[in-house]
């Protein structure tokens, strides 16, 4: 059984007992969280399709733990100019621990 759920604008493929990696979200570890917007739901038998999300699905978890990403290098040269630009950036994650579907 999997479901395809939207989370603060990314579509994310979720199973039972799965850990994902979500933009970072408010609340601290240990927090029940909840999504409402379950764009697809399939239980192995038969698929279910939201138009655009199915009513009365809901997708529950667990925070376990706020992350930050590997790092990104963001260089910006222009040639011939004397002009290079070096940033690094690390994006913070919320680690959840999928509990329910349905």
Do not use: C, W
């Amino acid at each position: 059984m999997y479901a395809i759920v939207d989370i603060a604008g990314q579509q994310v493929k979720v199973a039972k007992d799965q850990y994902i990696y979500a933009p970072k979200m408010e609340g601290e570890a240990g927090k029940a969280v909840s999504f409402d917007k379950v764009l697809l739901l399939d239980n192995g038998t038969a698929v279910q399709v939201g138009t655009p999300a199915l009513a009365g699905v809901k997708v529950s978890g667990k925070i376990l733990e706020h992350v930050k990403g590997d790092k990104v290098i963001v260089f910006k040269k222009k040639r011939r100019k004397g002009y290079a630009k070096k940033n690094g950036h690390r994006q913070q994650f919320t680690k959840i621990q999928i509990e329910t579907i349905g």
